[in-house]
């Protein structure tokens, strides 16, 4: 799913291994869940079976046990038992925040650095979270006229993103796991396995523009904001429009609603940088 939850304890990070056989990989929402099986290629995975299963409408997200039962029976369903799985945590239970951190001539610094930078921004104690972080290098270059001059020389500052998640949540996943009798490898975080499938569908030359990447789920969204090829703002959004009178909602209120949401991340994404086009 491209970033796995890790630990960040000190100075040290624990990386999960990416599967290396045949995996199972698991999207999961309040209408649906979505099934890949796939295993590593030596430059993209290769997909061996796809499906989408329906969510009985009084199933409880929240109830570990029955979450968990679900999922093992839809494996069963679809033969998929006994390989490594990997789930994905949605936006809004997790804390996303880009750091600009200084260049480093070690990566082994980096972790140190994070822990440090993220304990002050986090809305709750670090040691009650699950981190990890992926970097981007890039030069960043002002001459004398205050223009960019792109030499190679330059000092390279590291963009960081980091998750993380509070402990209980991953311990959430994990109990479903147990109920569903199953193999959790890793998990991923929603936004980022959204910006990869985005690398996977596009040509190489357009992976450095900027793009909005829209996921829509049961009762909610997804907004992702891709500014030179980098995840650079992630929302989560309800998209329920209000009554007075309790009645459901029509498609184009929905619709209306959905594009209200776009818009307010793509304004706020791009308030300090409003030369970029999307």
């Known amino acids: 799913m491209g970033m796995f939850l890790t630990l960040v304890d000190k100075t040290k990070i624990r990386r999960v291994p990416a599967p290396t056989g045949k995996f199972v990989a698991l999207d999961l929402d309040s209408k649906q869940l979505r099934v890949v099986c796939a295993e590593p290629g030596k430059h993209t995975p290769k997909f061996r079976k796809m499906a989408v299963v329906d969510v009985p409408g009084d199933l409880d997200l929240n109830d570990a046990g029955a979450t968990g039962q679900f999922i093992a029976g839809a494996l069963d369903s679809l033969g998929l038992r006994g390989m490594h799985v990997v789930m994905d945590v949605p936006r809004r239970q997790a804390v996303l925040k880009t750091l600009t951190l200084p260049p480093v001539d070690n990566e082994r610094e980096l972790p140190a650095m994070v822990r440090y930078q993220v304990e002050r921004e986090l809305p ?10 992926t970097v981007d290098q890039h030069f960043n270059v002002t001459n004398t006229n205050g223009q960019s001059d792109g030499s190679a020389d330059a000092p390279a500052t590291t963009d960081v993103l980091v998750a993380a998640v509070k402990r209980d949540i991953i311990e959430h996943y994990e109990a479903v796991a147990v109920a569903a009798d199953i193999k959790l490898q890793s998990l991923g975080l929603r936004p980022y396995a959204d910006a990869r499938c ?16 829209v996921h829509v789920l049961g009762d909610e969204a997804e907004i992702n904001i891709m500014i030179h090829g980098m995840l650079a703002f992630s ?11 309790q009645s459901p909602p029509t498609e184009q209120q929905i619709c209306e609603a959905l594009i209200l949401e776009v818009t307010r991340s793509v304004q706020s994404a791009l308030s300090s940088q409003r030369d970029l086009a999307i």
């Open 124 to 133: 709750f104690p670090l040691a009650d979270a699950v981190v990890d972080f």
């Open 198 to 213: 985005l690398d996977a569908c596009i040509s190489t030359d357009r992976r450095s523009d900027n793009h909005v990447l």
């Open 235 to 245: 929302r989560s959004a309800v998209i329920k429009p209000s009554h007075e009178d």
